[in-house]
């Protein structure tokens, strides 16, 4: 069982451009969340989704960010006119709504896409 | 709105020696999760533990055991016989039952002395 992957693993971009991120789930999770962590705090919730369903979107998620889960399997993460403030580590995560017990709603994580934004 | 607050922004601990990092979150949610991840210098968050709220017997995991006090609101994670690849950032997380996302504190980054 492989974990939750995430591609690249660094990016720098200059401002204005888009980039774009990708996450894999742990197979036959379900949800999948996407965090934004800035150095030296704690994680902060962008957006999850259910199967291919987005079902909440963070107020931190401007209209520049957008996220997609087309086939209920990989997702992307897109952000458009990069800005300095975007620089962080985006993290995925994912979870399975309670096909095992034990871990269900647990949600593990990838190793992250630092972002860098000259 | 949920919150979590993590008092001690650093600790440091010998090695072999048991170490408690505090957490206190406030919700008026009845049924939810708590947890506490772990993640290591430039590497990935990774769960240490969890607790269920409608549990009343603290989680234990090896060496990592918590104190859940669920009127008080609080969640302490116990380290004991520290090694030094304990050495990490420390995250106390919050999550609703039902697939809901995680909030988190601002973590205690603890260093283990050899």
């Known amino acids: 069982d492989t974990g939750v992957s995430q591609d690249p693993r660094h990016k720098i971009t200059k401002r204005g451009q888009n980039v774009t991120f990708r996450c894999d789930p742990i197979s036959e999770h379900n949800r999948l969340y996407w965090y934004r962590q800035t150095l030296g705090q704690g994680p902060e919730f962008l957006t999850y989704f259910q199967n291919e369903a987005q079902l909440e979107k963070s107020r931190l998620l401007s209209d520049r960010f957008s996220a997609e889960r087309p086939k209920g399997s990989f997702s992307t993460l897109e952000i458009q006119r990069t800005e300095q403030g975007d620089s962080a580590m985006y993290l995925c995560a994912s979870s399975d709504s309670g096909t095992h017990w034990v871990t269900r709603e647990t949600q593990y994580f990838g190793p992250g896409t630092r972002l860098l934004v000259l | 709105a949920q919150t979590v607050t993590q008092s001690q922004p650093e600790m440091s601990v010998q090695e072999a020696e048991t170490v408690t990092l505090s957490c206190t979150y406030d919700?008026?949610?009845?049924?939810?999760?708590l947890f506490w991840y772990k993640q290591p210098p430039s590497r990935q968050m990774i769960l240490v533990i969890r607790?269920?709220?409608?549990?009343?017997q603290n989680a234990t995991e090896n060496r990592f055991s918590v104190n859940f006090q669920k009127a008080a609101k609080s969640f302490s994670l116990k380290i004991s016989d520290s090694q030094l690849g304990d050495t990490a950032m420390y995250f106390c997380?919050?999550?609703?039952?039902?697939?809901?996302?995680?909030?988190f504190g601002t973590g205690t980054r603890l260093a283990v002395r050899p």
């Open positions: 997380a919050f999550m609703k039952i039902g697939g809901d996302k995680l909030t």
């Open positions: 919700t008026s949610e009845n049924n939810y999760y």
């Open positions: 607790q269920e709220a409608y549990k009343q």
